[in-house]
């Protein structure tokens, strides 16, 4: 074998090689995302006090196999209004997370399938969530005064979420997009629940 033809066979292995590794680790990638879980990072403010603009957490994606989200769970989803597609770039972006432009969302379950939902402002100023026609206990959100006055253009209740359906609300209910204005979420919009806060950096508050 000549000098030419065997740099023309290294460059084939090293290409072979290459692919190879890429295939693999592109296919890697997908396989933990979609079935072990992914980090993401907090853009604003809207789950504050837990979660603050800048925050990178892990979302695990393991137990939506076995369980549904429970009231409480801080669950990452796509909100309605994000159209997903589904040809094979945007699966593909989807799936690896390489140019992945999917508006995703994150807030707690605060009503589950059959629940009764409705949110009473009081003369005080503050407010509460009704579950089933009782008070739920919210420690987690910023300040229950910090809420905007419902209006009949958003979902206040009483309303009875079907088969499927997820009310979802931040923390910071003063700062956040959430079921109140854009309605119930259906289990299929789900991404994964939030596990493990591992980063935070301090950063002024953006809503969302």
Not at 62 to 85: A, C, I, W
Not at 86 to 93: E, G, Q, R, T, V
Not at 107 to 129: A, C, H, L, M
Not at 167 to 176: C, E, K, L
């Amino acid at each position: 074998m000549d000098k030419q033809e065997e740099k023309k066979s290294k460059f084939k292995a090293f290409m072979k090689e290459t692919v190879e590794t890429v295939v693999f680790v592109i296919v890697a990638i997908i396989l933990i995302r979609f079935f072990i879980g992914e980090i993401r990072w907090i853009p604003s403010a809207s789950m504050k006090p837990t979660l603050v603009e800048g925050d990178r957490i892990f979302v695990e994606r393991v137990s939506r196999f076995f369980t549904s989200p429970k009231r409480g769970d801080v669950m990452v989803f796509y909100p309605p209004e994000t159209k997903l597609k589904y040809n094979p770039i945007a699966l593909f972006s989807r799936l690896t997370g390489f140019f992945c432009k999917d508006i995703a969302y994150i807030k707690r379950v605060i009503g589950v399938p059959g629940d009764k939902i409705e949110i009473i402002q009081n003369f005080d100023g503050s407010t509460d969530v009704y579950i089933n026609d009782e008070i739920l206990d919210e420690p987690y959100i910023k300040d229950k005064y910090e809420y905007p006055v419902c209006t009949p253009a958003m979902n206040c209740g009483p309303l009875v979420l079907k088969e499927n359906e997820y009310f979802m609300m931040g923390d910071n209910r003063g700062h956040s997009a959430d079921s109140r204005y854009w309605g119930v979420l259906t289990k299929d919009r789900f991404i994964g629940k939030a596990q493990l806060l591992f980063w935070r950096v301090f950063k002024e508050p953006k809503y969302q």
